[in-house]
């Protein structure tokens, strides 16, 4: 399945498909006429796609190079740059070849920045191997890495020139993080696709969901290229993918992000949001409660147990919180969304989130 990513020069297509890895130098082949290519991928992942994807670009006649970095958040750090930049300098890249990020939003994330400066930018390709980074980081061209004051602090919108989606990757990628990535597909399906959201109530679990994954994949997908296209540079419609992110950021930087994984947190903050726009008349009744099974089917918690005030003081310290002004995402009903002006107190008799 192809879509394309409509922008102008920047345009791009994303395939999704079974099996694309193993034929992924077919593909590049399409776009790419240099020689040399990076791929940068982590401990993770690597042994267990290097060498397929190696092999399959190195029968389209390329040059492969490896970099292979520790799994995890910490490796998205702005320390890491410079033994990134020695690696592609050392393989004496240039800026006709190209860096393909093999791995989920950490190496999408970092890989991407590399490749969005080094030598003034060089071509990307990425190959996202979790399911939150197939459906949502991959796409849209955000790239960063973090500073010790705080995530994605460093970055900028830099688009690749193509993605390569194969599903069947998911099938090493552990239980937890399928569930983080569930909780995006649930978001997707309550702020743009209610027939998205009732075929994922319909299933019991995400085996039972395989059969549907690539149309699932692919419709998430699509939802975030419309959006990225109406809004590239993030300064309106964008704003919608951020439906739950309000309570969800500000619970991760209350844990340290040491607890509740960025999916988990996510589920929280829509259902508990919801909860709190149905109390005021602002979404249709029932949604909270269809939000809640929906997250229960895959694994996901909807509550932490932490009275709303600790959380008040971060909310108004929240970047996103402007002056005084805060824009929360609500639900007219599920599949319909829209930004509502509003302020902290919107938040005070939440109770326990
Ligand atoms: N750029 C964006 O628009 C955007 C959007 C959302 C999130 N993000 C970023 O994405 C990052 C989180 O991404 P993530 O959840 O993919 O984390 P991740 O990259 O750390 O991957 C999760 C774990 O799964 C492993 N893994 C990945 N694919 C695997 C596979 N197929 N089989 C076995 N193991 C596999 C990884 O090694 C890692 O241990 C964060 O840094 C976040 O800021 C970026």
Known sequence: MKLTVNLGDNSYPIYIDRGILPRAGEYVSQFFHGKRIMIISDDNVFPLYGQTLTDSLAESGYECHSLVLPHGEPTKSFDSLPGIYAALLQAKMTRSDLVVALGGGVIGDLAGFAAASF????KLLQIPTSLLAQVDSSVGGKVAVDLPQGKNLVGAFFHPKMVLIDPDVLDTLPAHFISDGMGEVIKYGCIKDAELFRTLCAHTSFEDLKSDLVSIIARCVDI???????????????MLLNFGHTLAHTLEQYYHYERESHG????????????????MGLTAPGCAEQIRHALEIYGLPVS?????????????????????????VLLREIGDSYVYPTDVSFFKDAGVI
Do not use: W
Request: aromatic share 4%; hydrophobic share 40%; charged share 30%.
């Open 119 to 122: 030598l003034r930018g060089v």
């Open 224 to 238: 975030k290229r419309v959006v990225v296209e109406a809004d590239q540079f993030d300064t309106g419609e964008r």
């Open 264 to 279: 988990e947190a996510v589920g929280i903050g829509m259902y508990h949001i919801t909860k709190i726009s149905e109390g």
């Open 304 to 328: 932490c147990g932490l009275p709303v005030e600790s959380l008040i003081e971060a909310i108004t310290l929240d970047k996103k919180n402007l002056n005084g002004k805060l824009n929360v």
